[in-house]
């Protein structure tokens, strides 16, 4: 068996009084693709923020790779292995799409600032190099035409998918996606998945998701996660975690429609 | 083959500039001359801060307080090599080239100095580089006038005239060309992503905090080379000439010609320094109008007159404009 | 120790002033995460304001109790009207917008301040305003007393000093965290926008704030100015960076921390350059900074609230 890319142990994130995550535990192999669903404020963006280190979490552990990574500053972090996307976009907002996605390639570079002030042949070698690199990434994402836009003029979904293609560039082996299908309508949120899936198949990475609606998440993931108040509920296959009483109370019981002040009708399934 | 085109590529801007700038020089005398030579040590000036302020989105407003080590660092060293010649070239030569070791002397000190002031304010944000560079440029001064080497309030006098045209542009013609390919390298690229969001770009690996002390650096290196510049052309060197004043015009033109726009940092220093060279004398109403310049761009062109833009992004638009009438639109 | 109790007396007198002028940093930063770059300023205006009051007096000839009253909170309230109105022009218009725009007019309205107070004086209008760039003198607003106790020198101008600024910063205390407004600016201070749902009134607390840090300011300069009594218009930049660092020192956008940190500089200064190198006092307050950001860059009692992502 190999070792998976990441390892989470018991890991616990506090604010002040607020448990936003307890023992929060999660291995993840390559190729797999896993969604982490939950309902507002139920600790998912925390997961993914311990894990990427945007706070280092209060206890437990987070394995990469086989190595410890609590405390990591972030770019260390994704200089490990694990890439994100944001649940508010987070582009480069005046740069253009292409160079959204070189700023994210720019590992791997050798030359330094004087190899850069005097264009040296080994600076022009890698700028060639991350230029064709980042092309790449944007015609996988179906953005190769819009390389020259400035990403804030991007319409909302190719604003996604630029951030997927950035993530992607820095050559994760793990992918972690904040609510990608966020404002779509089902059929695109549908073909975003498709799209998410593609990438797992193509690149053979592993890839977690947070989805706000579980049915979007369920057709393409093979195992999920459910979060509610910082807790983890229920983990398995679809089949298993639909059907189980904690997860329908979490997301259809009183108390969440009470809080959110909204009435839904129930399906029967 | 390939060498040669590669080398003459990296050096094309150099060789053309000294050989234009020696062609003008010949042409150019008198008071204008130093106009100029003002002129172009405040493009160097306003050019590296756009490195900080606009390509980085940090606010230093201090550059001054390096202008000031690199002035003092130089003229300490030209005054102790004063009387030295090397032997077997011209005195004229051996000047030069004792000023070109002291002008380096100064971009190198002035490069400590900022890693010194940079490294433990930008860990933080951007905000609080503004007022510990503020701060330093004070105690620069403070430092300088209690130092009897440095000559104190009085500074040091009887410095050669070493400055020409010839140096100032040649100044001029490092700073634009390491903006520029600064810019349009991967280094100026994380750069400008830490400016557009520093999340991200720490999400996306770029060390952040190590970026921004290196642009912080490379500026004060600059800022270093206009102070050795501007002593040598004025034979003195005193606390007087690196007050906060002249931090802050530096910023008004880095602001006014637009953050993150090299060639709109070399026109406002320009204007600035040219139109503005008759206000000289009443020193209270040139700063209040720059203050309600700096006040009023904010609250109704933040962006200053190019944006991140650069002058040629705008002026072939206009002829299309021209040319395809009010129905061109953006491509 | 003579000399001990002297730096002390010395150390809290100019603490308590960088007390006074770090709480309007402080309290700004809280509620708009602003360095308000014009705070020094004000704190000259404050001064100015105060001359003028006190030469309109006569306070030089005849100085009496109720003279010194009147120009205190004369003073305080012009700087508190001048505070708002920075912050409707200036800062409001901006604040959606990105923090460096804000930033940038704040130093924009601070050098305002400094060189239009250097400007010639305008004609006919019964006092020299803008006073222009040459020193004035502060004229003392009560009869100057001092004693030697154990030949420790100290005036009533210390006393009165001391227990007015100690006062003004227990009234703060009690409006911060015991009456309505206090708890409507620490809510903004918060979240602004959460605060602003739950119907505090955001625009009208960001100005009280500003009106309160501002008439801080003034007090201080007029306390200030029994000691230091030459006042000129470029005096708000290098007390404003040292209030500064004492508001970061003690974490910035917290009020006790405030008050801590400028008696600590205070304090450090008065002993530092009595005993060590007393002519790069001025140099101590940016040694204290630099070494604050190096070793806890949220000060003593200061938390960092990582940005929400």
Redo the contacts between chains.
């Keep these: 068996m190999s070792e998976p890319v990441l390892d989470a142990r018991k890991v616990t994130m506090q604010f002040g009084g607020l448990k936003a995550l307890v023992d929060f535990d999660l291995t993840l192999m390559s190729g797999e693709l896993v969604g982490m669903i939950g309902p507002n404020g139920a600790g998912k963006?925390t997961a993914f923020?311990a894990i990427?280190g945007?706070?280092p979490p209060t206890s437990g552990d987070v394995i990469l790779l086989g190595e410890r990574v609590n405390g990591r500053?972030?770019?260390q972090i994704?200089?490990k292995g694990i890439?994100?996307t944001?649940q508010n976009i987070?582009?480069?907002?005046?740069?253009t799409a292409l160079?959204n996605v070189?700023?994210?390639?720019?590992?791997g570079?050798r030359a330094?600032?004087t190899a850069?002030?005097?264009?040296?042949?080994a600076?022009?070698a890698?700028?060639e190099r991350?230029t064709q690199r980042a092309e790449e990434f944007l015609a996988v994402m179906g953005l190769a035409d819009k390389r020259?836009a400035l990403a804030r003029n991007l319409p909302y979904g190719e604003q996604r998918r630029l951030e997927i293609a950035?993530?992607l560039a820095?050559g994760p082996r793990l992918l972690c996606l904040d609510e990608p299908a966020a404002g779509m309508n089902a059929s695109e949120k549908v073909a975003l998945m498709e799209l998410i899936r593609r990438i797992r198949d193509q690149f053979g990475i592993a890839i977690l998701v947070i989805e706000h609606d579980m049915r979007v998440v369920m057709g393409v993931s093979e195992r999920l996660v459910v979060l509610d108040h910082g807790v983890t509920i229920a983990r398995g296959s679809p089949q298993q975690v639909q059907k189980d009483p904690k997860v329908i109370e979490a997301y259809l019981g009183d108390s969440y429609l009470e809080e959110k002040h909204i009435h839904v009708p129930v399906e029967s399934t | 083959m390939?060498?040669l085109r590669?080398v003459s590529?990296?050096l094309l801007p150099f060789v053309a500039g000294l050989a234009v700038l020696s062609m003008i020089s010949k042409g150019l005398s008198g008071s204008w001359a130093i106009v100029l030579m003002v002129a172009g040590i405040n493009i160097i000036l306003a050019v590296s801060l756009n490195v900080v302020n606009g390509f980085t989105g940090q606010f230093s407003i201090g550059h001054a307080g390096f202008m000031a080590v690199g002035a003092y660092t130089a003229a300490k060293i030209t005054m102790a090599l004063r009387f030295v010649q090397i032997a077997g070239i011209s005195s004229d030569a051996s000047d030069q080239l004792f000023f070109l070791l002291a002008l380096v002397a100064g971009m190198v000190a002035a490069a400590v100095a900022g890693l010194l002031v940079g490294a433990p304010s930008l860990r933080l944000r951007g905000d609080y580089l503004a007022i510990v560079t503020l701060g330093f440029n004070e105690i620069i001064r403070v430092i300088i006038e209690n130092t009897p080497f440095l000559g104190q309030a009085t500074g040091i006098s009887g410095l050669p005239r070493l400055t020409n045209f010839v140096w100032v542009g040649m100044g001029v013609v490092a700073t634009v060309?390491?903006a520029k390919?600064?810019a349009e390298?991967?280094?100026?690229?994380?750069l400008?992503?830490i400016r557009?969001?520093e999340?991200?770009?720490?999400?996306?690996?770029?060390?952040?905090t190590s970026y921004k002390v290196?642009a912080f650096v490379?500026a004060s290196a600059f800022a270093g080379l206009a102070g050795g510049l501007l002593v040598h052309l004025i034979q003195l060197c005193t606390p007087r000439s690196f007050t906060f004043i002249k931090s802050f015009e530096v910023v008004v033109m880095v602001v006014l010609g637009g953050m993150g726009s090299v060639t709109g940092s070399i026109l406002a220093a320009l204007v600035l320094s040219l139109a503005l060279e008759g206000l000289r004398e009443v020193q209270e109403f040139r700063m209040v109008m720059y203050a309600l310049l700096l006040i009023v761009l904010m609250l109704t062109r933040p962006t200053g007159i190019f944006g991140?833009r650069e002058i040629w992004d705008i002026l072939p638009k206009w002829g299309r404009h021209r040319a395809q009438g009010a129905a061109g639109g953006s491509? | 120790m003579t000399e001990f109790l002297q730096h002390l007396v010395n150390g809290i007198s100019v603490g308590t002033i960088y007390a006074l002028i770090a709480l309007g940093y402080t309290m700004v930063y809280g509620v708009l995460k602003l360095i308000n770059f014009a705070h020094g300023d004000v704190y000259m205006v404050g001064a100015f304001v105060g001359l003028y009051l006190a030469n309109a007096m006569g306070v030089e000839e005849n100085p009496t109790i109720g003279k010194a009253v009147v120009i205190f909170v004369g003073s305080m309230m012009i700087c508190g009207a001048l505070g708002v109105v920075i912050e409707r022009f200036a800062y409001r218009p901006l604040r959606q917008r990105p923090r460096l725009t804000s930033l940038i007019t704040a130093i924009g309205v601070s050098l305002l301040l400094e060189f239009g107070f250097q400007l010639p004086s305008i004609p006919h209008l019964g006092i020299p305003f803008p006073p222009g760039p040459t020193p004035r003198f502060f004229p003392e607003i009560f009869t100057r007393v001092a004693w030697e106790p154990a030949g420790v020198h100290i005036s009533n101008y210390d006393i009165v000093s001391f227990f007015l600024a100690v006062g003004l910063m227990l009234a703060l205390q009690y409006v911060v965290y015991r009456t309505k407004f206090g708890t409507s600016m620490r809510a903004v201070s918060f979240d602004a926008q959460v605060a602003g749902l739950m119907g505090v009134n955001v625009n009208r607390v960001i100005a009280y704030t500003f009106a309160l840090g501002s008439s801080l300011a003034a007090a201080a300069a007029l306390l200030f100015a029994g000691s230091r009594p030459r006042i000129d218009p470029l005096m708000g930049l290098n007390l404003g960076v040292k209030a500064f660092v004492a508001a970061v020192f003690g974490g910035i956008g917290n009020v006790p921390g405030a008050m801590v940190g400028g008696l600590a500089l205070g304090l450090a200064e008065e002993y530092v350059s009595g005993y060590m190198v007393s002519s790069y006092r001025d140099g101590i307050a940016f040694a204290l900074l630099i070494v604050v950001l190096l070793v806890r860059p949220a000060g003593l009692f200061g938390t960092f609230r990582?940005e929400k992502?």
């Design positions: 963006t923020n990427t945007v706070y500053r972030p770019h994704c200089m890439a994100r944001f987070r582009l480069f907002k005046q740069l160079d070189r700023v994210a390639c720019h590992h570079h330094g600032f850069a002030f005097l264009l040296t042949a600076f022009l890698d700028e991350i020259h950035r993530a820095t | 390939r060498a590669l590529q990296s060309v390491m390919r600064l390298s991967t280094h100026g690229r994380a400008l992503a557009e969001d999340i991200a770009a720490e999400a996306m690996g770029v060390d952040t290196r490379i991140t491509p | 990582p992502v």
